[in-house]
């Protein structure tokens, strides 16, 4: 595995506990999810040119959802936004 596959392995961990995380923001003692912001901040700047060009719009456009559905090869479930992309 090289090193892009592996920054996409804890992308797509990551992804998943931000997700896990958004839905128990209700419950006591939700998850901090600054931290998981911060977390796929840096991931998002390890991202080298060969990744996919909509990977990387998600990205840098926080749309993590998009980015999770991609990830998950599942891209064509991603409606278009707003952005004219």
């Known amino acids: 595995m090289n090193s892009q ?6 992308l797509t961990a990551t992804l998943d506990e931000y997700l896990d ?11 901090d999810l600054m931290a998981l912001f911060s977390r ?3 991931l998002e700047k390890e991202l080298d040119p060969s990744t996919p ?7 840098h456009q926080k749309s993590y959802r998009k980015a999770h559905l ?6 064509s479930e991603n409606s278009n936004g707003n952005c004219k992309r």
Not at 5 to 10: F, I, N, S, Y
Not at 70 to 75: A, E, N, S, V
């Open 5 to 10: 596959e592996k920054v996409l392995q804890r």
């Open 21 to 31: 995380a958004v839905l128990r923001q209700k419950l006591p003692n939700p998850p």
């Open 40 to 42: 796929l901040d840096e």
């Open 70 to 75: 991609f990830l998950q090869g599942q891209d």
């Open 53 to 59: 060009g909509a990977l990387r719009h998600y990205m």
